[in-house]
Nanobody, 122 residues
Framework: QVRLVESGGGSVQAGGSLRLSCAASGKTYVVGCMAWFRQAPGKEREGVAS????????DYVDPVKGRFTISRDTAENTAYLQMNSLKPEDTAMYYC???????????????WGQGIQVTVSS
């Protein structure tokens, strides 16, 4: 009932920037939160950032604070993740998620995008 499509990934040198986009469609009125998760090979999925769709309240995992910014365009039902000062340890598959309430726990989210690769080289 909610479809999420990510775009904007790719490869970048350490210190560079990327912006990920997540476009939601379908029954978007059920979505109270959009979030970004990432998963590197051999590691568990990690919540990166979340934002409430109504009030714009944000939360971040400690390793990205000060470098990443999550935002949303309510009119376009789109969430963004601006990633600056990228580090090799940011390399992962990044997933957009949507649900009713915000957290950085993957179990809180009912809808997921297909994932998009971000690679940061040193």
């Amino acid at each position: 009932q909610v479809r999420l499509v990510e775009s904007g990934g790719g490869s970048v040198q350490a210190g560079g920037s990327l912006r990920l986009s997540c476009a939601a469609s379908g029954k978007t009125y059920v979505v109270g939160c959009m979030a970004w998760f990432r998963q590197a090979p051999g590691k568990e999925r990690e919540g990166v950032a979340s934002i409430t769709t109504g009030g714009g309240h944000t939360d971040y995992v400690d390793p990205v604070k000060g470098r990443f910014t999550i935002s949303r365009d309510t009119a376009e039902n789109t969430a963004y993740l601006q990633m600056n000062s990228l580090k090799p340890e940011d390399t992962a598959m990044y997933y957009c998620a949507a649900g009713v309430l915000c957290s950085l726990n993957a179990k809180s989210f009912a809808y997921w995008g297909q994932g998009i690769q971000v690679t940061v080289s040193s």
